[in-house]
T-cell receptor
């Protein structure tokens, strides 16, 4: 079974530039999560999708971050414009939709904002 | 979200047992998890425990839960060099959203 795929693995940009990350969840997983993991901290949930609908985006800085999952499969997370404090690893995870199921994590995208 | 606290570092000799501790604040937590993260990789679920249990054993891993003290621990028996990684405690609230600790870096020395 293929795991959660993410690209790119690494991205370096200058502040005020834009960046987008892509995630392809495990086939059949209706629930998709984006987490932000700052160095030395645990992952923090940014947004949760159930199919193509948003379940929770309370921690997403909506003035600069946006995410979509148009067809209920792949998802894109965008930052526009980026700030220095956005430097982090962005993790995508997916799970079956029953709530208690294991979340499977992708390898993450390491973003450095200069 | 709730607060989840872990010690930051643990150094252990190969073959010894490792014990990683975690405390949390929300007494209504439903599930409690231990994840492992190796360099450059995502998080891998190691084990989990329901809040109505006080112990779970899975091969070399033993999870202990003290609900009264809101304390969770992970014991790794016969620690190997491949166990060197960052270990995250995560706690699920009533709506199954996860709150993670900052992670404990475990270093296994020969």
């Amino acid at each position: 079974e293929a795991g959660v795929a993410q690209s790119p693995r690494y991205k370096i940009i200058e502040k005020r530039q834009s960046v987008a990350f892509w995630c392809n969840p495990i086939s059949g997983h209706a629930t998709l999560y984006w987490y932000q993991q700052i160095l030395g901290q645990g992952p923090k949930l940014l947004i949760q999708f159930q199919n193509n609908g948003v379940v929770d985006d309370s921690q997403l800085p909506k003035d600069r971050f946006s995410a979509e999952r148009l067809k209920g499969v792949d998802s894109t997370l965008k930052i526009q414009p980026a700030k220095l404090e956005d430097s982090a690893v962005y993790l995508c995870a997916s799970s079956l939709p029953t709530g208690v199921d294991e979340q499977f994590f992708g390898p993450g995208t390491r973003l450095t904002v200069l | 979200g709730e607060d989840v606290e872990q010690s930051l570092f643990l150094s252990v000799r190969e073959g010894d047992s490792s014990v990683i501790n975690c405390t949390y604040t929300d007494s209504s937590s439903t599930y409690l998890y231990w994840y492992k993260q190796e360099p450059g990789a995502g998080l891998q679920l190691l084990t989990y425990i329901f809040s109505n249990m006080d112990m779970k054993q899975d091969q070399r891993l033993t999870v202990l839960l003290n609900k009264k003290d809101k304390h969770l621990s992970l014991r790794i028996a016969d620690t190997q060099t491949g166990d060197s990684a960052i270990y995250f405690c995560a706690v699920a609230s009533n709506d199954y959203k996860l709150s993670f600790g900052a992670g404990t870096t475990v270093t296994v020395r020969a």
